[in-house]
C-alpha cells in the first residue's frame, strides 16, 4: 500500500468518458463497413499469413461509442479513467531476430488500434475469412460493447541487456538496444519482507488491458498472445477486479480489500502540471540519462513508467483485527476514510496533531503517514491498482489482495524511497506479503494521424 490513499503498497489532458454504452461490436462493425476491413487489410496479411507482412498502425480516428482513443501523445490506459476490470500480461520474447520483434510491435500496434474501437482483432472477424484458416480473431466479445477498452504497452530492462545470470554473469543483449536503456530502468531493490515468486516477476513486454468487462480484456490479451506466437511467450499474468484507485475527479474512491478507501489523494487527469511532475518523463530526463549512463533514452520522452507489484493480504488476519487497530494501523477511518487528525476525506493529515498522553492521532507506524508526500520528498505516483481474488492456498487461505500498479516519472526517486520506508517501517506490513514485481518503460502513444503502417508504439526506441 503506498502514497498517502490508505492502501496496500503501491500504483495531458483530462480524460473524457467513453462516448455511450450499450452498442454490440456487431453493430459497430456495421456503422464502420468497409473503411474497417480496409483499415486492417495489412494486419491480416501478418496475421493469416504467419506475420509475412508488416502489419499496419491505424490512422487516427473519431473516438467511436464506448471507446477510448488509441492514438495520442501518451498511450491510454494512464490518465484514462480507471475501468472496472484488468487482464496484465508479461511476455518473454523467444527470437533474438530485431526485425521479428519490430514486426511483432507493428502487429500489435495494428491490432490494438481495431480492438480497443470494438472491432475485431483481425479484418475477417471470428466467423468469416479462409474456410480451412484459425479465424482472425477468437470471437468470444462478438455481441458485446467495447467496454471502454485500452491497452497499454511497456518494455522490461531485459529487452535491453538480457537477464543476468543467477551467479551473476551479465544478461546478452539481444535486439542492439543497450545503448537505448533508460538510466531509470533500474532492476528494483529486494524490499524487506519482500517474498517474490519468480514466475511472477518480470518480462521482456508488457500489456495492460484495461475495461469494463472482464471478457473484453481476456479477449484483448487473448488475440496478442495468438499474434506473438513464434515470437513471444506468456510469462506471467494477472486478473483484477474493483479497480483500488481513481484517475479522474468524476470518479468517487473505491475500498481494497481490506475495506478501506483507497486512493483519496491520488494523481488526477485534470491536474496536468502535477502529471507534467510526477508521471511523464521530460526531455532533460534523457539529458541527464545520457550523463549519468552513456545511454540514449530520448525515444522515452513523453512515456512514464509501470510499476507492478502483487500484493497479497493475509485476509482471514486482518477479518480478526479490531475496527480500532485498523483504523490506526491505516490512519484512516474505514467509514468516510477521513484521517483520524480529523476533517473530512479530502482533508490533508495533520501529521503533527496529538490526542491524549501527547500521542500522534497519526501513528508514527500509520500507512497514511509513511506514504504521504511531505515524508517521501513531496514525490507522488499515478496509481491504477486492481484487487485480485486467485482461489486458495493448500492451508484454504484465500490468495487474494492488491495488485499494485503506479505510472511514475522516474521509479528511482518516485517509488523506491517510499517503499523501501514502507517495507520497514509500515505497521500495515504485518498484514502483506510482496509476491510479485515488475518494472517497465512506458513509451509515448502512437502520434495522431499517423499513416498505416508508418507508426507502431514504441517505434522511436529503434529508430
Known amino acids: 500500500m503506498t502514497t498517502d490513499d490508505t492502501t496496500p503498497s503501491p500504483g495531458g489532458a483530462a480524460p473524457a468518458e467513453p462516448s455511450a454504452r450499450g452498442l454490440s461490436r456487431r453493430g459497430l462493425l456495421g456503422l464502420a463497413g468497409g473503411g474497417a476491413a480496409a483499415l486492417g487489410l495489412a494486419a491480416t496479411a501478418g496475421f493469416a499469413g504467419g506475420r509475412a507482412q508488416a502489419a499496419s498502425a491505424a490512422p487516427a480516428a473519431?473516438?467511436?461509442?464506448?471507446?477510448?482513443?488509441?492514438?495520442?501523445?501518451?498511450?491510454?490506459?494512464?490518465?484514462t479513467p480507471a475501468q472496472d476490470r484488468m487482464h496484465l500480461a508479461a511476455f518473454d520474447l523467444t527470437t533474438t531476430s530485431r526485425d521479428e520483434l519490430v514486426e511483432l510491435l507493428r502487429t500489435w500496434t495494428a491490432m490494438a488500434a481495431r480492438l480497443t474501437q470494438g472491432l475485431p482483432a483481425g479484418p475477417f472477424g471470428p466467423a468469416s475469412g479462409p474456410y480451412d484458416a484459425p479465424p482472425d480473431d477468437t470471437g468470444e466479445v462478438l455481441d458485446l460493447p467495447p467496454a471502454g477498452l485500452t491497452l497499454?504497452?511497456?518494455f522490461?530492462?531485459?529487452?535491453?541487456?538480457?537477464?543476468?545470470?543467477?551467479?551473476?554473469?551479465?544478461?546478452?543483449?539481444?535486439?542492439?538496444?543497450?545503448?537505448?536503456?533508460?538510466?531509470?530502468?533500474?532492476?528494483?531493490?529486494?524490499?524487506?519482507?519482500?517474498?517474490?515468486?519468480?514466475?511472477?516477476?518480470?518480462?521482456?513486454?508488457?500489456?495492460?488491458?484495461?475495461?469494463?468487462?472482464?471478457?473484453?480484456?481476456?479477449?484483448?490479451?487473448?488475440n496478442l498472445s495468438r499474434a506473438?506466437?513464434?515470437?513471444?511467450?506468456?510469462?506471467?499474468?494477472?486478473?483484477?477486479?474493483g479497480r483500488t484507485s481513481s484517475t479522474s475527479t468524476t470518479q468517487a474512491t473505491p475500498r481494497n480489500l481490506f475495506g478501506f478507501k483507497d486512493g483519496t489523494a491520488n494523481l488526477k487527469a485534470e491536474d496536468p502540471d502535477a502529471l507534467a511532475e510526477h508521471v511523464w518523463v521530460q526531455a532533460g530526463d534523457a539529458e541527464a540519462g545520457r550523463a549519468e549512463t552513456g545511454t540514449d533514452a530520448g525515444w522515452l520522452t513523453g512515456g512514464s513508467y509501470l510499476v507492478a507489484r502483487r500484493i497479497r493480504m493475509t485476509i482471514e488476519t486482518w477479518d480478526r483485527t479490531?475496527?480500532?487497530?485498523?483504523?490506526?494501523?491505516?490512519?484512516?477511518?474505514?467509514?468516510?476514510?477521513?484521517?483520524?487528525?480529523?476533517?473530512?476525506?479530502?482533508?490533508?493529515?495533520?501529521?503533527?496533531?496529538?490526542?491524549?498522553?501527547?500521542?500522534?492521532?497519526v501513528a508514527t507506524d500509520a500507512h497514511v503517514r509513511l506514504a504521504h508526500p511531505s515524508t517521501n520528498g513531496g514525490v507522488r505516483m499515478l496509481r491504477r491498482g486492481y484487487n485480485f481474488t486467485d482461489g486458495n492456498d493448500a492451508l484454504g487461505r484465500l490468495d487474494a489482495g492488491l495488485f499494485f500498479l503506479a505510472f511514475v516519472r522516474d521509479p528511482r526517486t518516485h517509488y523506491v524511497p517510499m517503499q523501501s520506508t514502507l517495507s520497514r517501517q509500515d505497521a500495515l506490513m504485518e498484514y502483506l506479503r510482496h509476491t510479485g514485481s515488475g518494472l517497465f518503460a512506458v513509451p509515448p502513444g502512437v502520434p495522431d494521424g499517423a499513416e498505416p503502417g508508418a507508426s507502431f508504439v514504441g517505434e522511436a526506441l529503434f529508430a
Do not use: M, N
Open 228 to 241: 506473438a506466437f513464434g515470437t513471444a511467450t506468456l510469462r506471467w499474468s494477472q486478473l483484477g477486479y
Open 156 to 222: 522490461g530492462r531485459s529487452l535491453f541487456v538480457g537477464t543476468p545470470g543467477p551467479d551473476g554473469t551479465p544478461g546478452v543483449d539481444r535486439f542492439g538496444l543497450a545503448g537505448r536503456l533508460p538510466a531509470a530502468l533500474v532492476e528494483l531493490p529486494r524490499f524487506a519482507q519482500d517474498a517474490l515468486e519468480p514466475q511472477r516477476c518480470d518480462g521482456d513486454l508488457v500489456v495492460q488491458a484495461c475495461a469494463d468487462d472482464p471478457q473484453v480484456a481476456v479477449h484483448a490479451i487473448r
Open 152 to 154: 497499454t504497452f511497456g
Open 322 to 361: 479490531s475496527l480500532r487497530e485498523q483504523e490506526a494501523l491505516v490512519g484512516r477511518t474505514k467509514g468516510e476514510g477521513r484521517p483520524l487528525s480529523g476533517g473530512t476525506e479530502f482533508s490533508e493529515p495533520d501529521l503533527e496533531a496529538t490526542g491524549r498522553g501527547g500521542l500522534p492521532l
Open 62 to 79: 473519431p473516438a467511436r461509442p464506448g471507446t477510448y482513443a488509441f492514438t495520442g501523445e501518451h498511450q491510454a490506459g494512464i490518465v
